[in-house]
């Protein structure tokens, strides 16, 4: 999108994006020749679980010199339900980890007590946690979320990554209805990618970022079994960016990335940022093991490039959508999991899937230029493509 010709453009919904942007058509790495390791669902996507939906609401609008509370804008919302809004309140087993806590991720520690995720996943920018959060309850209301129940307490879980050099942060332009916007455009099948949603502002490893997802199935004795993830990718150092093995980011050390014409003062140093990811899966699992699929998250950040820097919030959220009556006010419960000594097809899936949704982020996003001018530049596909044969790691 050229932003120098598009004035407003706001409140994008995913319906939309399908109909007027074409994202189905927009090329993802596997397209370009980069190499994978695993096999990918039909979508290769967080929606190949059966039951995910996922929404977005992209917020985009102006140009030029930053004025607080009137833009430039570049943010959004992010809206992931774990077996679909129509199926309301329905708990799955989940867990979260967090590599390095300078972000954000709101009722995780009930996650955690509890051994449950009870709500959607939203994901936005550092400053609209709290709209987005309340945003939520209010729609609990609305649609009676809890089945009737005259008493209920929640805590709906919101991600959050910075997206202030782009994005005119402080004008706190995430509204209720957003939040609305992203939950009713929620579904599954293909979804869009780069810059969408929660990740629209987003930058990473030296150039554009944003949301990026990808998907793994494989078998465990006689059953198949799928695994999805979604990111916010915003994190890292372009000199760490590696794709498919190969040092992409050193070899392209001298192509445009950052361009902070008139960036916030601050302490960001190179490296900082953040990524949010979300892990699902229908393979039953335990709480505990769900602990286990989100600390292996940073095991397919790593691979890309990342590093866990000290100004970076890297927060995951895994859960699983087996063991649909799990979940029990009034009465004890039968569940089934994978024994511990199957488990590592699951890990596999995972440092797999996220590897290649942060370089799909990547792929898909293009240039956006923000707030003061400052300026983020999509990773170059010709470029790239030229690197991987360099190294002789281009696919056929």
């Known amino acids: 999108m050229n932003l120098r010709r598009v004035k407003i453009v ?3 919904s995913a319906l939309m994006l399908l109909g007027t942007y074409g994202f189905s058509q927009k090329p993802r790495a596997r397209d370009l020749g980069v190499p994978f390791d695993g096999e990918p669902g039909t979508f290769n996507a967080i929606t190949d679980v059966a039951g995910v939906e996922v929404g977005y609401s992209t917020v985009i609008s102006g140009e030029g010199l930053n004025v607080a509370g009137k833009g430039p804008v570049r943010t959004g919302v992010t809206a992931i339900f774990p077996r679909g809004k129509a199926r309301k309140f329905s708990p799955v087993y989940a ?8 972000g954000e991720m709101t ?8 051994g449950f995720l009870e709500t959607p996943v939203m994901i936005t920018n550092t400053n609209s946690v709290g709209v987005v959060r309340d945003a939520v309850l209010k729609w609990y209301v609305d649609t009676d979320w809890y089945k009737g129940e005259d008493w209920w307490y929640t805590y709906p879980v919101v991600g959050e990554t910075y997206d202030g050099f782009l994005n005119d942060i402080y004008g706190f332009h995430v509204t209720e209805a957003h939040v609305l916007e992203a939950i009713e455009n929620s579904s599954g099948g293909r979804i869009a990618e780069g810059n969408v949603g929660g990740g629209t502002g987003m930058m990473c490893l030296g150039f554009k970022g944003g949301t990026g997802t990808s998907s793994r199935v494989f078998t465990i004795g006689k059953e198949t079994y799928s695994l999805g993830a979604l990111v916010q990718a915003n994190f890292g150092a372009k000199r760490n960016l590696t794709i498919a093995g190969v040092p992409v980011g050193r070899e392209l050390k001298d192509t445009l990335n950052y361009e902070f ?17 979300i892990v699902a899966t229908d393979v039953p699992l335990l709480p505990h093991q769900l602990k286990r699929i989100a600390q292996r998250i940073p095991l397919g950040i790593g691979i890309v490039g990342g590093r866990g820097s000290n100004g970076s919030g890297d927060i995951f959220l895994a859960f ?7 979940f029990n006010r009034e009465e004890t419960t039968q569940v089934e999991s994978i024994s511990n ?3 590592m097809p699951v890990f596999e899936a995972t ?12 792929v898909a996003a293009e240039t956006m230029e923000g707030i003061n001018g400052n300026k983020a530049h999509a990773l170059p596909h010709e470029l790239l493509i030229k690197t991987l044969k360099k190294y002789n790691r281009l696919s056929e």
Do not use: C, F, H
């Open 341 to 343: 000594d199957q488990i």
């Open 10 to 12: 706001s409140m994008v």
């Open 351 to 362: 440092v797999q899937a996220v590897e290649e949704a942060i370089i799909n982020a990547m």
């Open 95 to 102: 867990n979260w980890y967090s590599l390095n806590g300078n």
């Open 261 to 277: 014409k008139a960036a916030p003062q601050s302490r960001r140093q190179e490296g900082d940022g953040s990524i949010i990811v």
């Open 107 to 114: 009722g995780t520690t009930w996650v955690t007590e509890s």
């Open 320 to 326: 699983s959508t087996a063991n649909a009556d799990a």
